[in-house]
């Protein structure tokens, strides 16, 4: 089938991409100007249309021959005020468009409807574009879902950094609500198990997990399955925007987007009518288990093909040169800038030498005892090495850590630590032009786990400094001595 796939750079999005490609469709992907990531991942069944939907004379770019539509654009993140009328703007300009088009089917991702009836102004947006999509002559299949249990959606991460943060929590009453979580898998099985579904169209259908929690639950299960010890004391008299701040100030997530989970969060989101399960034969998958998957060592590799973090930011598109981004939340980093000259060839060739027999340009006696240590408690060690002396791929294990990005077109490389540590970890190294020539920017990034993830990053700064410092030197002088 011929797909186009709005809200392509979304967290949905990028997750459901490769689904349709692995299944063979067609897919034309409406991303936004300055977008090259998806271009570049040049699979001959994908191809991208620069449009912007708040503009009417945009769609005419859009093919008419298609045979379904995935609707996944979201301005929640926008505006606590304006992402009502943006989310209206946009989906009377897609009819128009659809209207025209050959299509047959629009498929789209909406929010569970509170058992009070009383709507947030988020799932109110999301009831109000729902209106709209069936007022279409294309038939509607509206899937409702509210918590994705995913790493990297916004409130999985609200909820690892409210856990991981915190041993004790006096927190909102709200967090009594209950919830029907379901797992990012579910979601793209859902997504791709209505398409072309006779059975499905014209339909809502409600999708969940098989558990119904509170928001507290949650968190603790979170913690449980994390091997935290945490306690919650739940206070009524705390307002929606006082949990808002709570939840800014905590878990340093943007106001206006905690603002907009708050108020969702403030009624009961039960399924109702969630019997789709069983027209598609799709097996639910636990709270516990979705948590599980999310950490799962093998899940970071797949998240490499599966466009891990949605790009909210027209701006970002320009600066992104790949499909992983380094948390910008909750996170401690080293950062290290060293000016290179007029010619960067020599620093690049060693960035993609790093590592192996080459070993880490500094201290290197210090990095075999890391990864001695890391041997001795179950960690993968730097027995691992590289595959190639000077080549680079996505995927490649690199002593201790996994090459996540290798892009010498955009001279950036990003690893991910596979090392055992309380917390997650980032390098990255790119090279980027100056005032006075090129500059090797080089970043370390540290997401920890609870106090112990805390007590590590600052017990070692002072050794993590002196390394970081001197490696990057070294690396931009085109020195490659071992010491």
Not at 37 to 59: A, C, I, M, Q, R
Not at 441 to 454: D, K, S
Request: contains cysteine; hydrophobic residues 45%; charged residues 20%.
């Amino acid at each position: 089938m011929k797909i186009l796939l709005t809200g392509a750079t979304g967290y949905i999005g990028r997750r459901l991409l490769p689904a349709l490609l692995e299944n063979g469709h067609k897919v034309i992907c409406c991303v936004r100007a300055g977008n090259r990531f998806l271009e570049e991942f040049n699979h001959p069944n994908l191809s991208t249309v620069e449009v912007d939907f708040l503009k009417t004379n945009d769609t005419s770019k859009l093919p008419l021959d298609i045979d379904a539509a995935y609707f996944l654009m979201h301005s929640m993140n926008v505006s606590t005020r304006n992402f009502e009328n943006l989310e209206k703007c946009i989906a009377i300009n897609f009819v128009q468009y659809i209207n025209s088009s050959k299509a047959k089917q629009i498929i789209y991702l909406s929010g569970l409807v509170p058992s009070s009836g009383q709507l947030s102004s988020h799932l109110r947006s999301r009831w109000e574009v729902e209106k709209i999509l069936t007022l279409s002559t294309v038939p509607s299949t509206i899937l409702r879902a509210g918590i994705v249990v995913g790493s990297g959606s916004a409130s999985f991460e609200i909820i690892r950094d409210l856990s991981e943060k915190l041993p004790i929590m006096i927190a909102p009453g709200w967090l009594n609500n209950r919830c029907q979580p379901i797992a990012i898998r579910n979601v793209i099985q859902y997504l791709i198990g209505t398409l072309g579904h006779s059975s499905c169209l014209g339909k809502t259908f409600d999708i969940g997990g098989p558990e119904i929690l509170t928001y507290k639950e949650m968190i603790l299960g979170y913690g449980k399955v994390r091997k935290l010890k945490r306690r919650i004391f739940t206070l009524p008299f705390i307002s929606p925007r006082l949990s808002s701040y709570w939840l800014f100030f905590i878990t340093t997530t943007s106001y206006k987007l905690a603002a907009n989970l708050v108020e969702s969060m403030k009624a009961d989101l039960i399924c109702k009518n969630n019997d789709l399960e069983v027209i598609l034969g799709i097996e639910s998958i636990s709270y516990d288990q979705a948590i599980i998957l999310a950490f799962a060592k093998i899940e970071q590799n797949l998240v490499l093909s599966s466009w891990k973090d949605a790009l909210n930011d027209p701006g970002l598109f320009k600066r992104m040169t790949g499909f992983i981004e380094v948390p910008k939340f909750g996170t401690f980093l080293n950062e290290q800038v060293v000016n290179i000259g007029p010619d960067y060839q020599n620093t690049l060739a060693n960035l993609w030498s790093v590592g192996g027999d080459t070993g880490w340009y500094y201290a290197n006696w210090i990095w075999r005892i890391r990864g001695a240590i890391d041997r001795l408690v179950g960690g993968v060690g730097l027995r691992r090495g590289r595959t190639h002396p000077w080549q680079i791929h996505p995927g490649d294990a690199l002593d201790f850590w996994r090459v996540l990005i290798a892009d010498r077109s955009s001279r950036r490389l990003l690893l991910f630590a596979e090392m055992k540590i309380p917390g997650e970890a980032w390098l990255e190294f790119s090279i980027l032009e100056g005032k006075q020539g090129f500059e090797l920017h080089q970043v370390a990034t540290f997401r920890p786990n609870g106090i112990t993830g805390r007590m590590y990053w600052f017990l070692l700064w002072p050794i993590h400094t002196l390394i970081f410092i001197n490696m990057a030197k070294k690396i931009a002088l085109n020195e490659n001595t071992i010491l």
